[in-house]
């Protein structure tokens, strides 16, 4: 059922060994117990059958390299450079920020996470000194057991982050070539009535197989805020594993807008827990697939008081062999009474080919709730495509123009001017007739 995590044991060695406090060492040998008794998942894992984790198992990673030198990422990452950013290549936080924005804000800190273990571990000590609950998550065990790098992102009650933090994952193996894999961390603490908006890309530049592997833990207090975005353009042999675990608290509000644009996998996990009276989530997602790659999302809303509050919406649109796969679950606890939750899949097809799995759901423990869900998938209307070809647009647009029309709407709900001129440039060069062109 599982693969060994022998190869993995001398990663972990080399990540506790550093110089570090007795409770994070202990804490990371508790995740990495936690990835050895799960495995690698296989086809025959509840919650993995149609993720071809074996992509990942049978490719021998080794820990990624230090690059000589910056790659040349500008003009290529789609977050907006007029914002705040924090690059880390290659699994390494590099020094300095980039971006137009002036000094962060009092009550704002955002710093590599190496550098907080080095100079104030004990900050982190209530978040890191426990193994994160990763049932069904062996990836994210890992991550917590191997990471020796990350971002951190505190903001203090009532404080405002005042323009969006960019963070950008940069993959690249021009120096070695191949194989490489890179385990980090993302945490987010927003004390009460704070506010911030992410926007987190992750982007391959090689040609070799290279594996990002991303825990992101976040915690809003009362009151709080979070745009959290996510966006996702993998090289052609990229793999990327992120499980994100967030807890929204009294009357506080999470938003994710998931933007998935190529990579061999792109495999995320979404577990929000609605913790506090009158929290709120909005979860929005769009994948545009093609050839032979895989995008899986995976999302676990618990509603766990009174009165939360769900939106979701995932979108995908694909071609050639593409496959997408969506589980949304919903899970109303007992005693969350007036929990209003609607769980939503829409896809559309545009080859024999592609394979669509969507599995929207919920589990029901309280009595008085109003739920709906849906799950749609559907090719091009042969009567919107006359109707334009009727009218003098050639085939090619009227389909180009469709596959936008239907894709736009994930687009438009995104609240950053430049960052959704960037999403419609990339939806238009990731349609059928784009890639033609290129080709």
């Given at each position: 059922?599982?693969?060994?995590?022998?190869?993995?044991?001398?990663?972990?060695?080399?990540?506790?060994?550093?110089?570090?406090?007795?409770?994070?060492?202990?804490?990371?040998?508790?995740?990495?117990?936690?990835?050895?008794?799960?495995?690698f998942p296989t086809s025959k894992t509840e919650g993995w059958r149609r993720t071809p984790a074996d992509r990942i198992a049978k490719t021998p990673f080794e820990p990624a390299g230090r690059p000589a030198a910056r790659t040349g990422f500008a003009g290529k990452a789609l977050c907006p450079l007029a914002v705040r950013r924090i690059v880390v290549q290659n699994g390494r936080v590099l020094p300095g920020g980039e971006g137009t924005a002036p000094a962060l804000p009092a009550g704002v800190r955002v710093q590599a996470l190496s550098e907080v273990l080095r100079e104030e571990p004990e900050t982190l000590r209530p978040v890191l000194s426990a193994a994160p609950d990763a049932k069904g998550l062996p990836f994210g065990a890992l991550a917590a057991a191997l990471a020796e790098d990350g971002v951190v992102v505190r903001v203090a009650r009532h404080a405002r982050l005042d323009a969006p933090l960019g963070v950008l994952f940069v993959s690249d193996d021009a120096e070695s070539g191949r194989p490489q894999a890179a385990h980090l961390r993302l945490l987010v603490s927003l004390e009460e009535g704070a506010s911030a908006e992410l926007v987190v890309e992750s982007l391959g530049l090689g040609k070799a197989p290279f594996w990002t592997n991303l825990l992101t833990q976040a915690v809003l207090g009362e009151g709080a805020a979070l745009k959290h975005y996510r966006l996702q353009r993998e090289?052609?042999?990229?793999?990327?594993?992120?499980?994100?675990?967030?807890?929204?608290?009294?009357?506080?509000?999470?938003?994710?807008?998931?933007?998935?644009?190529?990579?061999?996998?792109?495999?995320?996990?979404?577990?929000?827990?609605?913790?506090?009276?009158?929290?709120?989530?909005?979860?929005?997602?769009?994948?545009?697939?093609?050839?032979?790659?895989?995008?899986d999302r995976h999302t676990v809303v618990e509603h766990a008081a009174v009165g939360g509050t769900t939106r979701e919406l995932y979108k995908a649109v694909l071609d050639e062999r593409g496959r997408f796969v969506f589980d949304g679950l919903v899970d109303v606890r007992?005693?969350?009474?007036?929990?209003?939750?609607?769980?939503?899949?829409?896809?559309?097809?545009?080859?024999?080919?592609?394979?669509?799995?969507?599995?929207?759901?919920?589990?029901?423990?309280?009595?008085?709730?109003?739920?709906?869900?849906?799950?749609?998938?559907?090719?091009?209307?042969?009567?919107?495509?006359?109707?334009?070809?009727?009218?003098?647009?050639?085939?090619?647009?009227?389909?180009?123009?469709?596959?936008?029309?239907?894709?736009?709407?994930?687009?438009?709900?995104?609240?950053?001017?430049?960052?959704?001129?960037?999403?419609?440039?990339?939806?238009?060069?990731?349609m059928p007739e784009a890639a033609e062109e290129a080709a």
């Open positions: 059922m599982t693969t060994p995590a022998a190869g993995f044991e001398s990663d972990l060695r080399r990540a506790a060994g550093a110089a570090q406090p007795p409770w994070l060492k202990t804490a990371r040998e508790a995740s990495f117990a936690a990835f050895a008794a799960q495995g090289g052609e042999a990229g793999l990327l594993t992120e499980a994100a675990l967030v807890d929204v608290g009294r009357a506080a509000r999470y938003e994710s807008h998931a933007f998935d644009f190529g990579g061999a996998l792109a495999r995320g996990d979404l577990r929000v827990r609605l913790s506090g009276e009158g929290a709120d989530c909005a979860l929005n997602g769009l994948a545009l697939v093609r050839g032979a790659e895989v995008v007992p005693g969350a009474q007036k929990t209003d939750a609607s769980v939503y899949s829409k896809n559309l097809l545009l080859s024999e080919d592609a394979d669509v799995r969507t599995d929207p759901e919920f589990k029901i423990l309280a009595d008085d709730v109003s739920c709906k869900h849906g799950g749609a998938i559907g090719r091009l209307s042969p009567e919107s495509l006359f109707y334009l070809r009727s009218r003098g647009i050639g085939e090619a647009e009227a389909r180009r123009m469709l596959v936008y029309a239907f894709g736009s709407e994930m687009i438009e709900r995104v609240g950053l001017e430049p960052l959704r001129e960037a999403l419609t440039a990339a939806l238009h060069a990731r």
